[in-house]
Every structure is written in C-alpha cells, then in structure tokens.
C-alpha cells in the first residue's frame, strides 16, 4: 500500500478487518484522510507517523483496539482538523504538546487507558469545538487554561479521577452547548454569575463528584438548557424557584443530595414553579431532607412527565389526587417517605404506568387493578421480544407497544425473541400460543382503561391458553406415534 504515492483519501472504515495495518501507509505523503473507523484492527501506531504526512486533515483510528501511547509526533501534521481516537486501548500521556495543532476543530480521545494530568496546552487549540476526554484514567486538576476554549461547543471530560475545583472561568465560555464533568472527584461550589449563564447550553452533567454548595440562581440564565443532572453531589439550601424558567427542561435530576425546604413542613414550592416546564419528561430528586409536603400544582406538571422519584426525601402529608393528571407517567418511586392518608383512585387512571413503588410508609387504600394490568402487559411483551421499553430503538414516540402492534399478528414471528421458536419452522400451535399471550398483552396495555381486561380474567384466558397449548402438543405427539 506505500507505494500509493498519489493516495488522497484511505477509507476503510466499517468492515471486519483484524491485525494490524501496514506501517508504510505513514510514508504516503499525500494522503489527507485516513479513516480506519470501526473495525478490530490492533497493534500500536508508530511514534513517528507524522514525519512523512505533512497534509494530514482527518485521523479515525476510533472503534478499535489499538494499543501504546498515541504519537508524540502529532504536531508535525499540523494540516490536521480532526482526530478521532476514541475507544481504543491507548494508554500512556495525552502528548504534552497537543496545543501546537492550530487547525484542529475536532479532537476525541476518550474510552481510552490514559493516564496523566489534562495537557494545559489544550487550551491553545482556539480552533476546537468537540473535546473528548472522557472514560479515562486521568487525575489532576482541570487546567485553567481550557477556558481559553472560544469556540469549544462540546467538552468532555467525565470518568476520569479528576480532582479539586471547576475553574470558575469555564462557566464564562459563550459558545458552548454540552459541559460533561460528571464521575470525578470534583468539588468546591458552582459559582453564582451575573448576565449571561451559557447562553447557548443544551446539556449539563456534573453528577457523581463531591461539588457543594447552593444550586446558582444564575443558572436559570441558561434558556436553552435541556438537561441538567446535578445529582450524588452534596449540594445544600433550597431548590431555586428560577429553575421554572427553563422552559426547554427535559430532565431536572436532583438526587442524593442535602437540599432542604424552607419552612420545613410546608409544601416544596419549586415543584409548583417546574409546572412551566412544559416538556419536562424526567423529574427526580429523590433521597434529600426536603421535610415537606406535596403540592396540589403537581397534577399541572408537564404532561409529558414519564419518571418521577421523590422517595427517601422526608415527604408528609397526603399524596395529592391531582397526582392522576400525570397521563404519560412510567415511573412513580415515592417510598420510604412520611406519607399518610389514602392512596388515590386517580393513580388507577396512570395508564402507562410501569413502576410504582409505595410501600414503607402510612398510606391505605387501593390501586385500580385495571391500572396495575397495564405494566403486567407491557411485562408480557419484554418476555416474548427480549426488548425492553427503554432500548434505543424506541425514540422519536415510538415505543415497544407500538412495535409489536404494528407487527400483530401476520408479522408476528419478526418481533418475538428467537429463542422461543425453538426451531425455523415453528409449529402452528406454537405460533397460535404467542399468537394469544400477545394479543393479551396489547389488551393489558391498552391506552384506554375500559378496554383493559382485569387482572381474575388475565389469569382465566392464560390457563386457556395452556391447555389449549398442551393439548395440542399431546395431539401431535400422538400423530407421530401412530
């Protein structure tokens, strides 16, 4: 392959190729790209690469297993705008020198073995707009000079052993959209600014390090934040009452920390603000000393709401019957609280309820077994697909129940897990078993509550089911012994 003096552009990403790759593809100097993405390739990459590739732009090397320390050399590519080094096994020190790559916009180095500090030299790259560090081994101090980051929009440097504070001036970066600091060892407070808060920040993960402190007012500055996951941090005081003010919110985590309401024992007021997010689909702040009691306003939540946790937060009172307006809700977790009084019928008309947990504290009454019935359903469709609700393929407002609808039944076999066929041509008595338990469970999980069996004639039609099943597997047996 060297001797493709001519080569521009080496392309041969997303096959199957092993071994290792051939170290006179280094010495064709006119190459611009080398994409070797997503393949099981291995071996080290020689720490003189860039002596012979002076126009160099784009280096995919990601979804791998290659092995060493990444080229020292690097600098002498200097045409170079992308790298992409991701997930592979590189150890060794990010090079010291890195900041000399002027034209780098791209630079993703993360789920790698590195170890080391954060190279201060970063800080130099005024080009950069994605910084991947991320699942690594790296300690230190985050330097301050990434700061100098102008038109950095992505910066990643979670699963790390990183220490101390986040550099205040890190919050001043206009440009970027997604900060990722979370499963460190940080700690001091996030600092309270004036004026403009990120005004372009989408994402914000800075959960599962050691950060104290009050959650900023200014955060609320922050318009088009979509995620914000500040939890197992120790964050104090009370919920800021802006956070209503993000109305983009998608999910609001808060949990396990030692946030506080004030006075103790009134209603927690910031869930009465977060009705004005109106597509917030995840709420949880579960295992805090919140010491107060729900508010009515919670059935004005979003109507888009799917999980909502709030158990071990010191909850008393009664749960509120607005409770049953929260339509989309999945996930309702509001054990090991201070709860009294009855349980609400509303809760029975939480059609889309899968996991409701209630138990370990005073609460009396019944759940409509019509409302139970649905999550035993969508139960049923887990066993015979081996999907889950919360699998990838199922976005965009998709979801597993719709899947298996629009396969049922002439399609049915293309949707049920392999494994229960037992053989390529299943029998007609097995396909009329699945057939049946399927059909069932898109009843069980129908959007409207009428149209739900209760759970005494779910029990009924599955016992029919298996006699039906077993008797004819007895009928078969008995043909092919005569």
């Known amino acids: 392959m060297g001797h493709l003096l001519h080569l521009q552009i080496l392309d041969i990403s997303e096959n199957d190729l092993r071994g290792n790759i051939p170290s006179t593809i280094f010495n064709i100097s006119t190459l611009q790209v080398i994409d070797l993405l997503d393949n099981s390739l291995s071996n080290s990459i020689p720490m003189v690469m860039c002596h012979k590739l002076p126009r160099l732009e784009f280096l995919y090397l990601g979804i791998n297993h290659f092995t060493g320390q990444i080229p020292t050399s690097l600098c002498q590519c200097k045409s170079l705008r992308s790298i992409f080094l991701w997930q592979n096994n590189f150890t060794g020190s990010i090079p010291r020198d890195i900041g000399c790559l002027s034209k780098l916009q791209y630079l993703s180095i993360g789920s790698n073995r590195l170890i080391d500090t ?6 130099n790259l005024s080009r950069l707009e994605v910084l991947g560090l991320g699942d690594n081994n790296l300690w230190g101090q985050i330097p301050q000079q990434l700061a100098h980051l102008s038109n950095i929009k992505i910066l990643n440097i979670a699963a790390n052993n990183l220490s101390g504070e986040i550099p205040q001036v890190i919050f001043n970066i206009s440009s970027v959209i997604h900060l990722s600091f979370q499963i460190n060892g940080l700690s001091g407070h996030v600092p309270e600014l004036t004026g403009l808060w ?3 920040l989408e994402k914000l993960f800075l959960h599962n ?3 104290s402190g009050k959650i900023p007012d200014s955060l609320s500055n922050a318009s088009k934040l979509t995620i914000l996951e500040l939890s197992n941090n120790f964050f104090s005081g009370s919920v800021p009452m802006t956070l209503g003010n993000l109305q983009l919110l998608l999910t609001l985590n808060l949990g396990r920390n030692q946030l506080t309401n004030k006075p103790v024992g009134t209603e927690i007021q910031f869930l009465t603000t977060l009705t004005q997010c109106r597509v917030l689909e995840n709420l949880v702040i ?11 306003s919670i059935g004005n939540l979003s109507t888009s709401l799917q ?3 709030i158990q071990d937060s010191q909850i008393r009172g009664r749960l509120p019957t607005t409770v049953g307006n929260l339509r989309n809700l999945m996930q309702l977790q509001l054990f090991n609280n201070d709860l009294t009084g009855t349980i609400p019928s509303s809760i029975g008309d939480l059609y889309r309820l899968q996991g409701l947990s209630l138990f370990e504290y005073g609460l009396e009454g019944r759940v409509s077994t019509k409302g139970d019935v649905y999550s035993y359903g969508i139960m049923l469709m887990e066993m015979l697909t081996r999907k889950k609700p919360t699998d990838e393929m199922f976005v965009g407002g998709s979801s597993l129940r719709q899947w298996v609808k629009s396969s049922f039944p002439g399609l049915l076999v293309e949707v049920v897990d392999s494994n229960l066929l037992m053989r390529e041509q299943p029998t007609e008595y097995l396909l009329h078993c699945l057939s049946s338990i399927m059909e069932l469970a898109l009843q069980c999980s129908s959007e409207f509550l009428a149209e739900r069996p209760n759970m005494k004639d779910v029990v009924v ?3 029919k089911i298996k006699q039906q099943f077993l008797l004819s597997n007895n009928v078969t047996v008995l043909q092919i012994q005569s």
């Open 307 to 309: 999980r909502f946790h």
């Open 198 to 200: 990120h005004p372009n």
């Open 286 to 296: 579960d295992s805090n000393p919140l010491n107060g009691t729900l508010p009515d």
């Open 118 to 123: 954060v190279p201060p030299s970063l800080g």
């Open 209 to 211: 390090n050691q950060l």
């Open 461 to 463: 039609r599955l016992r």
